[in-house]
């Protein structure tokens, strides 16, 4: 077993045909079959179930894609680190949908253009679960929201949860209502029944079901009856849905203010959200302090996650 090895293994697993993996890494086919048969030998188990229709992962090849993550993670991690104050190999990038929108394309490109050795890949996902693939390894870093309506300032947990980051911009959340709704002052006077947002572990939807439904300053719900969520896979899927009328969507007002022609649609502030990059605690390599550097301009200088727990915030972070 060796990290090319690991490596034509992890193609296949994401690829899920031997010649798309085959195209992508440069190889010939049959190469690529004889060191997946290798390894399967090698390991004593199937690690792909092989139809007419593509190589899908048997539970041992899922078991054992984890391993072979972590390894090729470790072994880039370890090269990087050999050469300090050069960024090179790879990085693996998370974001929430929002933030690769209407953030990320400026330093994304500057980054490239200052560091074309280094690939980068992004990938978009909720908050939750981008979280969760910093810490299985899978993401190198992340740009997340804080779901604090979901429990306790999670800012404080991420040390536990052996991460660290950063804050790199605040985002003014707004709540968006159909034009014909009646005038609203607060959320208390918010009408609608349901609630258009991103599928479960999406912070903005935490916070915004929070808002809708805990209990006002009377101890009664704002909203008399459960609230019905309507999950959607775009933010522009999202504003049609409120346009249309009978619900409402909850987004960063940076993003709306991209759409090339935004519907009269009617905003309620919702909250004010710092977004973070978060890393896995210890985990150091030029090309990460790059994309640091390159983020710091979002909204001036970044602020440690330290700064970030102990400055009191307008709202709740989401």
């Known amino acids: ?88 190999g790879s990085l693996r ?7 690769a929108a209407s953030r990320l394309p400026g330093p994304l490109a ?37 779901p604090q309506a979901a429990g306790p300032d999670v800012a404080t947990q991420l040390p536990a949860l052996g991460l660290d980051g950063v804050v790199v911009c605040r985002e003014s959340l707004v709540l968006l209502l159909p034009p014909e709704h009646p005038p609203v002052a607060s959320l208390a006077d918010v009408q609608v029944r349901t609630l258009v947002a991103f599928e479960s572990g999406c912070s903005y939807r935490i916070l915004a079901e929070d808002g809708l439904t805990a209990p006002a300053g009377t101890g009664v719900p704002r909203l008399p009856v459960a609230l019905d969520i309507h999950e959607v896979g775009s933010y522009h899927a999202m504003v049609a849905c409120v346009a249309a009328g009978g619900c409402a969507g909850v987004l960063p007002r940076s993003l709306l203010a991209l759409l090339r022609e935004p519907p009269d649609l009617r905003e309620v502030p919702l909250a004010e959200v710092d977004t973070l990059l978060v890393w896995r605690a210890g985990y150091a390599t030029p090309a990460l302090s790059a994309l640091r550097e390159a983020l710091s301009d979002l909204a ?6 330290s700064q970030a727990v102990a400055k009191p915030r307008r709202g709740r972070a989401g």
């Open 1 to 88: 077993m060796d990290l090319a090895t690991l490596e034509i293994f992890r193609t296949v697993a994401d690829e899920g045909s031997v010649t798309r993996a085959a195209r992508r890494l440069g190889r010939v086919q049959s190469n690529v079959t004889t060191r997946v048969q290798q390894l399967e030998e090698e390991l004593g188990a199937p690690l792909f179930a092989r139809d007419g229709k593509g190589m899908a992962l048997t539970p041992a090849g899922e078991r054992f894609l984890d391993y072979a993550q972590r390894l090729l993670a470790l072994a880039q991690e370890a090269r990087q680190v050999m050469h300090p104050g050069t960024p090179q």
């Open 110 to 146: 500057a980054y490239r253009r200052r560091w074309p050795q280094v690939t980068l890949r992004l990938r978009t996902a909720p908050s939750r679960q981008l979280m969760q693939a910093v810490q299985d390894r899978e993401l190198d870093c992340a740009l997340l929201a804080l």
């Open 300 to 305: 001036g200088p970044a602020k440690h996650l």
């Open 93 to 99: 990038v998370g974001s929430m949908e929002s933030t």
